[in-house]
């Protein structure tokens, strides 16, 4: 079953470091997003990406964050300069369709900032 | 506030019961996902609802728009089962629009003995 892949599975960054995450998605898919949890934490959202712009974003997904789609697979999330407080693990999803499909999960980045 | 609230938020079971996990919402949504955590922090979708009921082996999952509330069942219950069980709804934004974003709640962390 095709999945989507997120890479690294751990990355170690220091505080003030650009660090990016990078996400393949399921390549029929058209809609993608960015999710984070802190640890303990609900997971919440970031960030939702279609025909190549951000659709909605939310009070998290600051001027420190970007996303890009360079090519027709990946799909990246970078924090310019990262901060302690980014230290959580990010989740790309991606969905064939906006309505009636599921969003389809990668098994995460785990972030950690020194 | 809340706006995505499950109960119980810790459940023991022994091998072979029947667990029923529970989700409210506050917000007017297009859909309701549930999804199960793995340890090493993956997620992966179990069920997209919009009304009614959905059954996938010893899963099942119903939702009732009018009272704003989802359950979701396990029947005979497995230690594979053991697994961190998320409500998340898709709602519109402020504008009226859905571009697929997510509104999680905190999770069901479910234990199975055998």
């Known amino acids: 079953e095709p999945e989507v892949t997120q890479t690294p599975s751990h990355q170690v960054t220091q505080m003030g470091q650009e660090v990016i995450l990078r996400c393949v998605p399921i390549?029929?898919?058209?809609?993608f997003y960015w999710y984070r949890q802190i640890l303990g934490q609900k997971v919440e959202f970031l960030v939702s990406f279609y025909n190549n712009e951000i659709s909605e974003k939310s009070e998290i997904f600051d001027d420190q964050f970007s996303v890009e789609r360079p090519d027709g697979s990946n799909f990246t999330l970078k924090i310019r300069s990262t901060k302690l407080e980014d230290s959580a693990m990010y989740f790309c999803?991606?969905?064939?369709?906006?309505?009636?499909?599921?969003?389809?999960f990668g098994d995460g980045t785990r972030l950690s900032i020194l | 506030k809340n706006e995505v609230e499950q109960s119980p938020q810790n459940l023991t079971a022994q091998e072979g019961e029947f667990i029923t996990i529970n989700c409210s919402y506050s917000v007017g949504i297009s859909a309701l996902h549930w999804l199960q955590q793995h340890p090493g922090g993956g997620i992966v979708s179990l069920f997209m609802?919009?009304?009614g009921k959905k059954k996938h082996g010893r899963l099942i999952a119903t939702i009732n728009i009018q009272e704003k509330h989802s359950s979701l069942h396990i029947t005979a219950s497995h230690p594979r089962d053991s697994a961190v069980y998320i409500c998340a709804v898709r709602s519109p934004n402020a504008g009226g629009t859905s571009y697929g974003k997510l509104t999680f709640g905190q999770g069901t962390i479910l234990t199975v003995h055998p």
């Open positions: 609802l919009s009304s």
């Open positions: 390549s029929n898919h058209l809609y």
């Open positions: 999803a991606s969905s064939e369709r906006l309505f009636y499909q599921p969003q389809h």
